[in-house]
C-alpha cells in the first residue's frame, strides 16, 4: 500500500525539477504536399524533434475543413493512442512512428481527401510544434468527345455560328479544353471567335467540362479540320490527350460556272448522243442551274442535259446559268459545240454512164462534209482509184461493171458513205473462146453454149449448116448475154452462134463430131516355154480411156513368172539334200503339160539332164504324169 502513496510525490519531483529547468525545444518539418492518384494509399510524414524524447511525446494529427475549421483524426499519448470515430477517414488511417518520424497512412484515396493536414507535437511542457501538409488528389478524365453540327453554315451569316462542341468527363482537378482549326489553337475573338466553357461537379467530387466553338466561317473552311485538346493533371506532370477530328458544311456562293461536253469525248458527228455537264465553284444549298441551247433556247433545270441522235443543228452555244434564291444574282458560263457531219455521196453522172469502146470514161464523186474526207473507187470490192475523179482513157469491154465510191473522213473512225456507178461500154459483141471450136461426142444429145458480152446486150442466134434455126434460151449477163442450145445429132453436123446487136455482129462455129460405138474382140495364146499375150482388139468408145493398161497388165505377169522361177528354185534345192519326197540323189523328169491355169517353167543342172517340173502352185510332177 506504500507504493500508491508514493505516485504523487514523485509526479511532483518531477515537476519540481522541470520548474527549476528552462522550458524544452520542440521542432517539426513537413512537406508542402503529397500528391497521389485517387485509389492509391497516401502517406504524409511528420519529422520532429524533441528535448524530452517520445516517452513524454504526444502526436496528433488533424485535417482543415474547407471553412478553416480544424478536426482532429488520430491521437496518440505516452500511455495511450487511438484514431477518432465518426470522421471521414475512420477505418482507412493508420499512424507509424519511427524514431522522429510519424507517417500517417491513408488508403483508398478519394478526391474528397484533398485537404490540408496538420501534425501537432506536444511535450509535457506547455511547449508544442505542428507542421502542415496539403494532400492533393488526382484523377484522369475519360476520353473527351467532340460533336459537329449537322446543318451548313453560310458565310454570309452576320453572327457567328456554332461549329461544333466538345465533352470531358470525371476529371480531377478541373481538365482544360483548348480548340484547334488546323493545328492552330483558337482563342476568343470579338465577332470572329467565342470559346465558351461550363463545369459540372459531379456526385463523386469530380469535374466535368463542356465546351463549345462558335465563330465566323470563311469559304477557306469547306476544308478545315477541328478538333479539342484536354490537359488534365497528375501527381508531378500534366498529360494531354485529343479529340477526333471534324469537318463543317461551309455554304458559299460561286465566283465561276463552267459548262462542258462530258461526252463522246472528242469529235462529235451526227447521230451521236450529247451530254452536258455543268459545274459552279460554290456551294449553295438555295439555287437553280439552267443549262440553255442558245440556237433552239431548248434548255433544263438541271446540272446534264443529254440530246439524242444530234445533228448539226444541236451544234453551237450553250449557256450554263447559277442563280441564288436568296438574292438572285446570277453567273453564267459557256461552250461552243460543234456537230461534224458528212453527207451522202454524189456522183456524176447519176446512176449509170455508157460510153463507146476504146472513148474515155470520166466520172466524179463528191460528199459535203465539215472534216477532210478521202475518196477511193472500188470495182468487185478492188480499189481501182484514189481521189474524186474516176478517168480511163481508153474503155473495153473490161471496163463495163458497178464502181463504188467510198468517202471516209480520216480523223473519225466509222464515219463514210458510199454510192455507185453502173459503167456500160457500146460496141461490136465479142463470143467468149475461140472461133472455131471442135466438138466430138457419143451421144445422140449435144449440149451447146454461147455467151457474147457487148452493150446494148447482144441477141443470140443458132443455126446450123444445113440452114435450119435452133430454138434456144438466152439470158442477160452482167455485161452481155448467154445462150443455151440442146439438139439430137445423127452425124457429123455444123452448128453457128451468131451474137449481134446495133454494132455488129460476131459468129463462132461449133464441128460436131459423131463418134459411132464397136464391139471389142481379145485372144490370148499359151505355150510351155513362153508367155504372149495377144492384141486386144478394142472399138476406139472414147478418149478417156488410157492405153497404159496394156503395159500394167504385163508387168504384173512378169513379176508372177519371176516369184514362180524363185519358188523353184528353192524347191529344187531341197530335193537334191532328200529334204523332200524322202528322196536323195538324183532323179528324171520328163516335161508335163501344164493345165489350163498354171504356167511350166523347165529347171536343167548343169551335170545332169534331169529336171524337175513344178507347177505356178509349186507342187511336183512325176515323170508319168507328163
Same mark, same amino acid.
Not at 498529360?239 to 469537318?247: G, L, V
Not at 488410157?546 to 534345192?573: D, H, N, Q, R, T
Given at each position: 500500500?506504500?507504493?500508491?502513496?508514493?505516485?504523487?510525490?514523485?509526479?511532483?519531483?518531477?515537476?519540481?525539477?522541470?520548474?527549476?529547468?528552462?522550458?524544452?525545444?520542440?521542432?517539426?518539418?513537413?512537406?508542402?504536399?503529397?500528391?497521389?492518384?485517387?485509389?492509391?494509399?497516401?502517406?504524409?510524414?511528420?519529422?520532429?524533434?524533441?528535448?524530452?524524447?517520445?516517452?513524454?511525446?504526444?502526436?496528433?494529427?488533424?485535417?482543415?475543413?474547407p471553412n478553416k475549421e480544424r478536426k482532429i483524426?488520430?491521437?496518440?499519448?505516452?500511455?495511450?493512442?487511438?484514431?477518432?470515430?465518426?470522421?471521414?477517414?475512420?477505418?482507412?488511417?493508420?499512424?507509424?512512428?519511427?524514431?522522429?518520424?510519424? /507517417?500517417? /497512412?491513408?488508403?483508398?484515396?478519394? /478526391?474528397?481527401?484533398?485537404?490540408?493536414?496538420?501534425?501537432?507535437?506536444?511535450?509535457?511542457?506547455?511547449?508544442?510544434?505542428?507542421?502542415?501538409?496539403?494532400?492533393?488528389?488526382?484523377?484522369?478524365?475519360?476520353?473527351?468527345?467532340?460533336?459537329?453540327?449537322?446543318?451548313?453554315?453560310?458565310?454570309?451569316?452576320?453572327?457567328?455560328?456554332?461549329?461544333?462542341?466538345?465533352?470531358?468527363?470525371?476529371?480531377?482537378?478541373?481538365?482544360?479544353?483548348?480548340?484547334?482549326?488546323?493545328?492552330?489553337?483558337?482563342?476568343?475573338?470579338?465577332?470572329?471567335?467565342d470559346v465558351k466553357s461550363s463545369i459540372t461537379?459531379?456526385?463523386?467530387?469530380?469535374?466535368?467540362?463542356?465546351?463549345?466553338?462558335?465563330?465566323?466561317?470563311?469559304?477557306?473552311?469547306?476544308?478545315?479540320?477541328?478538333?479539342?485538346?484536354?490537359?488534365?493533371?497528375?501527381?508531378?506532370?500534366?498529360?494531354?490527350?485529343?479529340?477526333?477530328?471534324?469537318?463543317?458544311?461551309?455554304?458559299?456562293?460561286?465566283?465561276?460556272?463552267?459548262?462542258?461536253?462530258?461526252?463522246?469525248?472528242?469529235?462529235?458527228?451526227?447521230?451521236?448522243?450529247?451530254?452536258?455537264?455543268?459545274?459552279?465553284?460554290?456551294?449553295?444549298?438555295?439555287?437553280?442551274?439552267?443549262?440553255?441551247?442558245?440556237?433552239?433556247?431548248?434548255?433544263?433545270?438541271?446540272?446534264?442535259?443529254?440530246?439524242?441522235?444530234?445533228?448539226?443543228?444541236?451544234?453551237?452555244?450553250?449557256?450554263?446559268?447559277?442563280?441564288?434564291?436568296?438574292?438572285?444574282?446570277?453567273?453564267?458560263?459557256?461552250?461552243?459545240?460543234?456537230?461534224?457531219?458528212?453527207?451522202?455521196?454524189?456522183?456524176?453522172?447519176?446512176?449509170?454512164?455508157?460510153?463507146?469502146?476504146?472513148?474515155?470514161?470520166?466520172?466524179?464523186?463528191?460528199?459535203?462534209?465539215?472534216?477532210?474526207?478521202?475518196?477511193?473507187?472500188?470495182?468487185?470490192?478492188?480499189? /481501182?482509184?484514189?481521189?474524186?475523179?474516176?478517168?480511163?482513157?481508153?474503155?473495153?469491154?473490161?471496163?463495163?461493171?458497178?464502181?463504188?465510191?467510198?468517202?471516209?473522213?480520216?480523223?473519225?473512225?466509222?464515219?463514210?458513205?458510199?454510192?455507185?456507178?453502173?459503167?456500160?461500154?457500146? +460496141?461490136?459483141?465479142?463470143?467468149?473462146?475461140?472461133?472455131?471450136?471442135?466438138?466430138?461426142?457419143?451421144?445422140?444429145?449435144?449440149?451447146?453454149?454461147?455467151?457474147?458480152?457487148?452493150?446494148?446486150?447482144?441477141?443470140?442466134?443458132?443455126?446450123?449448116?444445113?440452114?435450119?434455126?435452133?430454138?434456144?434460151?438466152?439470158?442477160?449477163?452482167?455485161?452481155?448475154?448467154?445462150?443455151?442450145?440442146?439438139?439430137?445429132?445423127?452425124?457429123?453436123?455444123?452448128?453457128?452462134?451468131?451474137?449481134?446487136?446495133?454494132?455488129?455482129?460476131?459468129?463462132?462455129?461449133?464441128?460436131?463430131?459423131?463418134?459411132?460405138?464397136?464391139?471389142?474382140?481379145?485372144?490370148?495364146?499359151?505355150?510351155?516355154?513362153?508367155?504372149?499375150?495377144?492384141?486386144?482388139?478394142?472399138?476406139?468408145?472414147?478418149?478417156?480411156? #488410157?492405153?497404159?493398161? #496394156?503395159?500394167?497388165?504385163?508387168?504384173?505377169?512378169?513379176?508372177?513368172?519371176?516369184?514362180?522361177?524363185?519358188?523353184?528354185?528353192?524347191?529344187?534345192?531341197?530335193?537334191?539334200?532328200?529334204?523332200?519326197?524322202?528322196?536323195?540323189?538324183?532323179?528324171?523328169?520328163?516335161?508335163?503339160?501344164?493345165?489350163?491355169?498354171?504356167?511350166?517353167?523347165?529347171?536343167?543342172?548343169?551335170?545332169?539332164?534331169?529336171?524337175?517340173?513344178? +507347177?505356178?502352185?509349186?507342187?511336183?510332177?512325176?515323170?508319168?504324169?507328163?
Amino acid at each position: 500500500m506504500a507504493l500508491p502513496d508514493t505516485a504523487p510525490l514523485l509526479v511532483g519531483l518531477l515537476l519540481l525539477c522541470h520548474a527549476f529547468r528552462a522550458w524544452a525545444l520542440v521542432e517539426v518539418n513537413m512537406e508542402d504536399k503529397v500528391e497521389v492518384m485517387a485509389g492509391e494509399t497516401a502517406q504524409i510524414t511528420c519529422m520532429f524533434t524533441t528535448d524530452e524524447g517520445l516517452g513524454g511525446t504526444t502526436i496528433q494529427w488533424l485535417y482543415v475543413l474547407p471553412n478553416k475549421e480544424r478536426k482532429i483524426i488520430y491521437n496518440k499519448e505516452p500511455m495511450h493512442e487511438a484514431a477518432e470515430q465518426n470522421t471521414p477517414f475512420t477505418g482507412r488511417i493508420s499512424l507509424n512512428v519511427t524514431g522522429t518520424a510519424a /507517417v500517417l /497512412v491513408i488508403r483508398d484515396v478519394g /478526391v474528397m481527401d484533398n485537404l490540408e493536414f496538420i501534425c501537432v507535437i506536444k511535450t509535457l511542457t506547455p511547449e508544442e510544434a505542428e507542421g502542415r501538409t496539403q494532400l492533393q488528389v488526382f484523377k484522369s478524365p475519360t476520353f473527351p468527345t467532340i460533336e459537329a453540327v449537322e446543318t451548313g453554315i453560310s458565310v454570309n451569316e452576320e453572327e457567328p455560328s456554332k461549329i461544333g462542341s466538345c465533352r470531358v468527363k470525371n476529371g480531377y482537378p478541373k481538365p482544360n479544353i483548348t480548340w484547334y482549326r488546323n493545328n492552330m489553337p483558337l482563342r476568343n475573338t470579338p465577332h470572329e471567335v467565342d470559346v465558351k466553357s461550363s463545369i459540372t461537379t459531379e456526385w463523386s467530387g469530380l469535374f466535368s467540362v463542356q465546351s463549345e466553338l462558335t465563330m465566323k466561317v470563311k469559304k477557306e473552311d469547306k476544308d478545315a479540320e477541328f478538333y479539342c485538346e484536354v490537359v488534365y493533371f497528375v501527381p508531378g506532370a500534366t498529360k494531354m490527350t485529343e479529340t477526333q477530328r471534324i469537318s463543317i458544311t461551309v455554304y458559299y456562293p460561286p465566283t465561276e460556272v463552267n459548262i462542258w461536253v462530258e461526252s463522246p469525248k472528242g469529235i462529235i458527228k451526227e447521230g451521236d448522243t450529247l451530254e452536258l455537264r455543268c459545274e459552279n465553284n460554290g456551294n449553295y444549298p438555295s439555287s437553280i442551274t439552267t443549262i440553255k441551247h442558245q440556237n433552239s433556247g431548248y434548255s433544263v433545270e438541271n446540272n446534264k442535259m443529254v440530246r439524242t441522235n444530234v445533228t448539226r443543228l444541236d451544234g453551237g452555244v450553250y449557256n450554263c446559268t447559277f442563280m441564288e434564291t436568296d438574292n438572285f444574282e446570277e453567273i453564267l458560263g459557256s461552250t461552243k459545240v460543234s456537230v461534224n457531219y458528212l453527207e451522202s455521196a454524189v456522183i456524176t453522172p447519176k446512176n449509170s454512164i455508157t460510153v463507146m469502146e476504146g472513148e474515155e470514161l470520166k466520172a466524179s464523186c463528191n460528199a459535203l462534209s465539215s472534216l477532210q474526207t478521202s475518196t477511193a473507187w472500188f470495182k468487185n470490192e478492188k480499189l /481501182v482509184s484514189k481521189g474524186n475523179s474516176l478517168s480511163v482513157k481508153s474503155a473495153t469491154f473490161e471496163t463495163a461493171g458497178m464502181y463504188k465510191c467510198v468517202v471516209t473522213v480520216p480523223e473519225m473512225e466509222g464515219m463514210k458513205t458510199s454510192g455507185t456507178l453502173q459503167v456500160n461500154v457500146k +460496141g461490136s459483141p465479142q463470143i467468149f473462146g475461140p472461133d472455131v471450136q471442135e466438138v466430138e461426142t457419143y451421144e445422140t444429145t449435144v449440149n451447146l453454149n454461147c455467151s457474147a458480152r457487148g452493150f446494148p446486150a447482144p441477141t443470140i442466134m443458132w443455126s446450123t449448116s444445113d440452114g435450119k434455126n435452133l430454138n434456144a434460151l438466152q439470158t442477160e449477163t452482167e455485161d452481155g448475154a448467154q445462150s443455151e442450145v440442146t439438139f439430137k445429132i445423127t452425124s457429123n453436123v455444123k452448128v453457128f452462134c451468131n451474137a449481134s446487136n446495133d454494132f455488129g455482129s460476131k459468129v463462132v462455129e461449133f464441128n460436131i463430131k459423131a463418134i459411132v460405138h464397136t464391139t471389142p474382140t481379145t485372144t490370148t495364146t499359151t505355150s510351155t516355154n513362153t508367155i504372149t499375150d495377144d492384141t486386144v482388139q478394142t472399138p476406139t468408145k472414147s478418149p478417156n480411156i #488410157k492405153k497404159e493398161s #496394156k503395159g500394167f497388165v504385163i508387168a504384173i505377169i512378169i513379176i508372177a513368172i519371176l516369184l514362180l522361177a524363185i519358188l523353184g528354185s528353192v524347191l529344187y534345192f531341197l530335193y537334191k539334200k532328200g529334204r523332200i519326197c524322202g528322196r536323195s540323189g538324183k532323179q528324171d523328169f520328163s516335161k508335163r503339160k501344164s493345165s489350163k491355169d498354171n504356167i511350166v517353167v523347165e529347171m536343167k543342172s548343169d551335170n545332169t539332164e534331169e529336171a524337175i517340173l513344178l +507347177g505356178v502352185n509349186g507342187e511336183k510332177q512325176q515323170p508319168n504324169d507328163q
